[in-house]
């Protein structure tokens, strides 16, 4: 049976609030307190939106700031069923959590650390009533287990405010056990503890790792089915992460560990002494792939984790644990200690550095081993590809990406875990007239998953069948809910929807995949990324990223209406779902 999915997703709504006032909880911590008529249900410009909700306590609004000022230039624009961030050069956005929601007062209380710096400090500092503020969210809320025996809360002083609202609105009945760490005795708050709570305060800098890991190893274990929950500086979680899941060994389903902030490395002496010598910056140029191929190597030999596990190491005795003979190792570390890996510490021997300690994070080491790292090795075709009118991939391998990925359960399993975001736009579409009365649903692609289960969110109940063969349904299976409407062989439906199942698709494989539909559906939703995420800071890669994986570069409403009708289908309209995504409905005469 698949895991029970662990949030519940909202509809992104652009909202404006006014200040009502200012108070000072503690020298440390500034509150905000917000209201306004869009946090009820409201209307603007024809589009009816719901009241605000966010039933999560550790929930996140987006605020959305200007650089310059001009912040009605910065606000994305709100779809019926969505939010489509376009480009804004000055747009600030920072994330914060609602310390208190009553909506029968009419209040959002957002509370903020004050450290003399960052946009949204700066703001709270400046705060009078009146001032406007422009926020989306949250899109999503934490699920907790049902049952559990106990919970632990750990954090910095910026998860004050979703530890506080934890313990005043007890969303689980179970003892709590708090770990915060503040700089400063000031910042420790007053905090609504039952019988059989505890907290620990601990005096450390903020972003201090070495106090943070230690500070939790100190916890005690409580017996039973527990819980931790963890906000703090990104990389000084690092750490944390590895202690609960290597040596306590807490399943994945039972850990929620997020990055705050993330703390800024301060320049290099020699940096700091050339700009104040007047010095002219180096040229930008750019940037040589070595520093890339060498993090990779580290990662895939085994020199990350190693000096993690066990600092100190010489040059040699890490040679000899990794089992690489000769001076590879020497080659290799030099390049590796100028980028921040690793730190040689002379008689101290090897430590990781702070580009190493981001490495240990999951989705840090992704970009250097997974499936996004193999598509940026095959751009060595580039050249080749553009001349011969195929896909670097294709170049690179001997084999298209969907002929590779069908028959490789992990790389699969990538494509499915980089769709999970997708299911927090596709309100769009599980709210659109298509649906009414449809009984069963054809679906298709690695964003099955988040299309399964934005129908369930909707209250859409269609019995559901998985046009999956071999390694992609031993993936889906795992991830899917509600695996008793499940049907896992393709077959007669009153609509399809292929979701993300062109994006690794070349035209000629996107339409033979429609001609299949074309026998099964006289309805078929194709759920694709028309355009780069606005949001995003590699959107200029999105097209040769496209490029490199199908030979075609990322297919817009007018791409996609070519390859219907090669396969028979006709575009009957195009729907906005948010982030640069699409969904395009095709019927069947």
């Known amino acids: 049976m698949a895991p029970q999915r662990a949030y519940t997703t909202h509809p992104l709504v652009l909202r404006r609030v006014t200040v009502l006032r200012v108070e000072e909880v503690t020298p440390r911590m500034r509150r905000v307190v917000l209201g306004g008529a869009d946090l009820a249900p409201f209307t603007r410009d024809g589009i009816d939106h719901p009241a605000f909700a966010a039933p999560g306590f550790d929930d996140h609004i987006k605020l959305i700031m200007a650089a310059d000022g001009d912040v009605r230039a910065a606000l994305p624009a709100q779809l019926p069923h969505g939010i489509e961030w376009t480009p804004a050069e000055h747009r600030l956005t920072r994330d914060y959590t609602p310390r208190r929601v009553d909506l029968d007062a009419g209040e959002l209380h957002l509370d ?17 009533e009146g001032d406007e503020l422009w926020f989306v ?14 919970i632990q809360l750990v954090g910095d002083e910026t998860a004050l405010p979703a530890i506080g609202r934890f313990l005043d609105e007890r969303p689980l009945d179970a ?38 890991e230690s500070a ?32 306590r060994k807490l399943p994945k389903d039972r850990v929620n560990i997020t990055g705050y902030w993330h703390r800024e490395e301060p320049a290099a002496p020699e940096a700091e002494a050339a700009a104040d010598a007047g010095a002219a910056p180096a040229p930008a140029g750019l940037p040589s792939p070595l520093p890339w191929l060498a993090a990779r190597a580290a990662l895939q ?34 390049l590796l200690a100028a980028y921040g890996v690793v730190v040689d510490a002379d008689a101290g021997g090897l430590r990781l550095g702070a580009a190493g300690e981001e490495l240990l994070d999951d989705h840090g080491r992704e970009e250097y081993t997974g499936h996004e790292a193999d598509l940026l090795l095959a751009l060595a075709h580039l050249a080749p590809a553009l001349r011969d009118g195929t896909s670097p991939w294709r170049r690179a391998s001997g084999a298209t990406l969907h002929d590779t990925v069908a ?55 269609p019995r559901l069948r998985i046009a999956e063969e071999g390694a992609p349904a031993e993936v889906l299976r795992g991830h899917v809910p509600a695996p008793d409407r499940i049907d896992w062989t393709a077959g007669p439906a009153d609509v399809a929807v292929a979701a993300k199942a062109l994006a690794y698709r070349t035209d000629e494989e996107a339409v033979r995949l429609l001609a299949r539909l074309a026998g099964w559906t006289g309805t078929a939703v194709l759920v694709e990324a028309s355009r780069p995420d606005g949001l995003s800071p590699h959107a200029a890669e999105a097209a040769l990223r496209a490029f490199t994986a199908t030979g075609s570069p990322l297919r817009d409403s007018a791409a996609i209406a070519v390859l219907a009708e090669r396969s028979g289908w006709r575009v009957e309209r195009t729907l906005a779902l948010g982030w640069g995504a699409e969904a395009t409905v095709l019927r069947r005469d």
């Open 216 to 247: 939790v190893r100190a916890l005690p274990a409580p017996p039973g089915e527990g819980y931790v929950w963890a906000a703090a500086e990104s990389r000084a979680l690092l750490p944390v992460r590895r202690y609960l899941q290597r040596e």
């Open 301 to 334: 030999l085994g020199v990350v984790d190693t000096v993690a596990d066990a600092p100190g190491l010489s040059a040699d005795a890490l040679a000899a644990r990794l089992g690489v003979p000769g001076p590879g190792i020497a080659v290799l570390l030099p």
């Open 112 to 128: 903020f650390v004050v450290h003399g710096d960052g946009p949204a400090e700066s703001w709270s500092a400046a705060a009078r």
């Open 175 to 212: 003892p709590a056990h708090v770990l915060v760490t503040v700089s400063d005795d000031a910042a420790r708050q007053d905090l609504a503890l039952r019988g059989g709570d505890t907290v620990t305060w601990v005096l450390a800098e903020p972003g201090d790792a070495a106090a943070l």
């Open 137 to 150: 969210g949250p899109k999503s809320s934490l699920r907790l287990p049902e049952r559990l025996d106990w």
């Open 407 to 461: 028959h490789d359960a992990e790389r699969y399993g990538e494509l499915v875990e980089e769709c999970e975001q997708l299911v927090f736009l596709l309100a769009g579409l599980t709210a659109d007239p298509l649906w009414e009365g449809v009984g069963t649903c054809l679906l298709t692609g690695p964003g099955s998953a988040s299309m399964a289960a934005a129908l369930d969110d909707a209250g859409r109940r």
